[in-house]
C-alpha cells in the first residue's frame, strides 16, 4: 500500500516577533505517516488546492 503525498502548510498557532497566529511559514509535500513534527508553536493543514501559500493567514474554522 502506498501512501498518498499532499501538500500542506505550516502555520504558527501564536504569535511570534512580526508573526501573527495563523501566518503560514512553509509549505511542505508529505504522506501524512511518516514521522513529521513541525517544531514547537507550528501546526499543520492539508492545503491541496494551494489556498495558503508562505505569507498568507490560515484560519482554524
Known amino acids: 500500500m502506498t501512501a498518498e503525498v499532499m501538500t500542506y502548510a505550516v502555520y504558527r498557532t501564536a504569535a511570534s516577533g ?22 514547537e508553536g507550528l501546526a499543520l493543514v492539508a492545503d491541496l488546492s494551494g489556498a495558503y501559500p508562505i505569507g498568507s493567514v490560515y484560519k482554524q474554522t
Open 18 to 39: 512580526e508573526d501573527v497566529p495563523g501566518v503560514v511559514v512553509n509549505r511542505i509535500i508529505w504522506n501524512g505517516t511518516t514521522s513529521y513534527n513541525p517544531g
